[in-house]
């Protein structure tokens, strides 16, 4: 990872970096959004890993904040204690003295990257969703910083690194916890206890969507290149054992051989595909496979003509598209963004497929009415 994208770097390069930390015992910290009271350049649940020297990783502002974070982050890994820090940017002379004006009061949880962490990593490797509920203004007996990570079938897991969240605690946000598990997405909560409210912020953590690109020329390359830099966990297959060369797709996680009727052992409801092989027989066969599969989006190259002629095809071999094929299945696949470049191609595809990953259609956000970004549910239970 080069110092010069260190910023932009996408989720999944971001959880390989946090394991990267934890085997090698620490020594960096993570800073999260937990809040934001106006606008700001990104939302809760977004990330930074932070050390006391080399770059930061990831961006949680349009890189104003890295300065004062990373003092915060010093001493956090110093005194090995979780805070909650607040940024006031609405202002252009007082506050922190940036002269920002983002219209924008960020609080961000900086802490440790401690055993706390292992877990969730090693489920987002495994393609995995967990949900990690952190107190960020707790109390005596549920302090900031306590941690309880929960699965989807309702454990959870706890280190000894931290003070726990306690069952009590968390059972009037269980539905909350539950569905940022489903979704991915981040909320807050106040929960009344004995001893006071502890706020509670529910960040999900889902795997990174993968992509199935099905092709071996040249074209399939820089949609690999972007795909990566956008946090696809990429997939290169082609029915040309040939052309299965790790050292034609670098940026690809991984480059294998198959048959296009055994594309199905390569998907599952995360997995985009494209299928982009220029070879009619073999993009048929594909997608009749790929119709007995759970990927939520399959794209096809080339005209509508040529996906007419493929679909009658199928047809005539009793294969009828349903109402949810024809709603999952792009072709031509990609954003009318104009251009015929293979790098502004590129840019088409990989843009359709973030947008249908995130439940969008695409378009100008000058025609959005609304925030820019969804909000998060309601902040308190």
Known sequence: MSDTDSWGVPTLDLFELLEETIERDGGQAVATVVNVDGSAYRRPGAKMVLGEDGPAYGGITAGCLEGPLRGVAREVVAENVPRVVTFDLTGDEDGWGLGLGCEGIVDVLVEPVDETWREPVAAFHRGESRAL???????????????????????????????????????????????????????????????????LFVDGITPATRLLLFGGQPDVRPVTRLARDVGLHTTV????????????????????????????????????VVLMSHNFLDDRLALETLLDTQAPFIGLMGPRERFQRLRGELEEDGVTLAEADRERIASPVGLDLGGGEPVEI???????????????RGGRLRNKQGPIHDRPPSQSD
Not at 158 to 186: C, F, K, N, Q, Y
Not at 246 to 268: I, Q, Y
């Open 133 to 199: 509920v952190t107190a960020v203004d707790g109390t005596d007996s549920v302090p900031t910083g306590a941690r309880t990570v929960v699965s989807p079938d309702g454990s959870t897991a706890e280190s000894a690194d931290r003070a726990t969240i306690p069952h009590p605690v968390l059972e009037p946000i269980e539905t909350a916890v539950h569905a940022r598990i489903e979704d991915g997405g981040s909320s807050s909560h106040a929960v009344e206890t004995a001893a006071g409210t502890v706020e």
């Open 237 to 272: 297959a082609t029915a040309r054992g040939a052309q299965a060369d790790e050292s034609a797709f670098p940026r690809a996680d991984r480059v294998v051989a198959t048959h296009p009727t055994d594309l199905d052992g390569l998907v599952d409801e995360r997995t985009a």
């Open 346 to 360: 590129a840019l088409s595809i990989v843009s359709e497929v973030v947008a249908a990953s995130n439940g969008k």
